[in-house]
């Protein structure tokens, strides 16, 4: 139970990765500011986060179980929290799915709009009523650069990053009558071991459905360019809990917050031609015309980009 002064901090998605270290961090708040209350689907994951939680766990941080693909689910953890008191949401559950389109059944499809978008809007109808009438509240959703800039192969993960995108521009507007503020993370790659699995199971996977030289492409082209930028330019989960950490305690949020400086000029890309040619146009020759040159730049950019030479980290100001 929070108490007196603290603010209550419901977060989704906690039993590894960017989840499980923002509940961390803010539990371990020096100032005590946060009650954190971290859910994940199944409790019996939770081993991870306890062990890191420490001394905060049953003090700053309490669980919850929650499957935010459930309507039952997300009503009862919000109705297990006290008065259905809740400062700050964080949406962070989220699921990848990577891989030639053709290979990719409508269900498949189905299950990471599921998590990734519905499973969003689940929980903010469930918290934002609550919200509008106590005039206050901050609701954050984890996005990804893939929610501004579309990656070849990573086709339905990004256009659900994409609708999340849109909804959230559309709900800020009307949240802020109530005094409520919408703020979106954006990181780019991010250093997870989900990351590390799901690239490691695509590179052994058949692809039914793809013709050979797409499949050729995705496997001898992509992944060895995405592996590269990975190493080159990936963050933390840490990386990112500090930057969302820093975008609650702001006076005033910004909506929109890329982690990755290095990410801002492919960004910009987007929004220099209205045509978005120049975009697709540069993405399709810095994969398939000049992979050899890509592959030195991202080394000489691992070598430059180590921690100690440059902030990884976004100031809200």
């Not at 709900?171 to 989900?194: C, D, W």
């Amino acid at each position: 139970m929070a108490n007196s002064g603290q603010k209550v901090v419901l977060i989704t998605g906690c039993s590894s990765g960017i989840g499980l270290r923002i509940a961390v961090i803010l539990a371990k708040d020096e100032k005590s500011r946060y009650h954190v209350i971290a859910t994940m689907r199944d409790l019996k994951k939770k081993d991870k986060l306890v062990e890191a939680a420490g001394d905060a766990y049953g003090k700053t941080l309490t669980l919850l179980p929650l499957d935010v693909c459930s309507d039952e689910s997300v009503r009862q953890c919000v109705n297990n929290v006290k008065d259905r008191h809740i400062d700050i949401l964080i949406n962070n559950a989220g699921v990848g799915l990577l891989g030639p389109v053709e290979s990719i059944s409508i269900e498949e499809m189905k299950k990471v709009f599921e998590t990734n978008f519905f499973g969003v809007v689940r929980m903010i109808k469930e918290v934002m009523p609550d919200m509008k009438k106590r005039r206050s509240g901050h609701i954050i959703v984890m996005s990804s650069v893939m929610g501004l800039q579309g990656v070849v192969f990573n086709d339905v993960y990004t256009a659900s990053k994409f609708a999340m995108e849109g909804f959230c521009e559309s709900l800020a507007v009307q949240l802020m009558k109530f005094n409520i503020r919408l703020s979106m993370i954006e990181p780019g790659p991010v250093h997870t071991e989900f990351e590390t699995k799901m690239m490691e199971d695509v590179a052994k996977m058949e692809y039914p459905g793809a013709d050979a030289d797409t499949v050729r492409y995705f496997k001898d082209v992509y992944l060895p360019s995405s592996i590269d930028i990975f190493e080159a330019m990936g963050q933390t989960p840490d990386d990112i809990a500090k930057c969302t950490k820093k975008v609650i305690e702001s006076n005033n949020p910004r909506f929109r917050n890329l982690t990755n400086s290095l990410y801002t000029p492919i960004v910009a890309l987007k929004y220099a031609d209205e045509t978005g040619g120049l975009s697709v146009n540069t993405f399709y020759n810095l994969l398939f015309n000049f992979g050899p040159l890509m592959h030195i730049t991202m080394s000489i950019l691992k070598c430059l980009t180590c921690s100690c030479l440059r902030r990884r980290t976004i100031s809200p100001n």
